[in-house]
């Protein structure tokens, strides 16, 4: 069992940065992939970015692929994703997720088997 909790979002202007955090319980955290993934209202869960379990490999979605960054702390259990160069359509509920397949590029949303409740990132124009 693994529960994930999103922190970090909130309120910003175009141009912005947003750093989300997950912090995550569970023994096998860092035996497990992470992902990053969005979803606005009526519209799927968009995959965004996967961190491998050494953090060795990252994959991000052609959408925030060189303003979005992940990394995983494996000592605290935790994985980020630092968000810059925000545009209004990024605005979304920001979900993480864990993936028990450790490697390789798995996009998606029945790939990962927890998720955490999402927290909000809303960009102003």
């Known amino acids: 069992q693994v529960q994930l909790v999103e922190s970090g979002g909130g309120l910003v202007q175009a141009g912005g940065s947003l750093r989300l955090s997950c912090a995550a319980s569970?023994?096998?955290?860092?035996?497990?992939?992470m992902g990053w993934f969005r979803q606005t209202p009526g519209k799927d869960r968009e995959f965004l970015a996967r961190i491998t379990w050494s953090g060795g490999s990252t994959y991000y979605a052609d959408s925030v692929k060189g303003r979005f960054t992940i990394s995983r702390d494996n000592d605290k259990n935790m994985v980020y994703l630092q968000m810059n160069s925000l545009k209004p359509e990024d605005t979304a509920v920001y979900y993480c997720?864990?993936?028990?397949?450790?490697?390789?590029?798995?996009?998606?949303?029945?790939?990962?088997?927890?998720w955490g409740q999402g927290t909000q990132v809303t960009v102003s124009s």
């Open positions: 997720a864990t993936d028990m397949v450790p490697h390789g590029l798995r996009v998606g949303r029945g790939d990962y088997d927890y």
């Open positions: 569970g023994r096998t955290f860092s035996s497990r992939a």
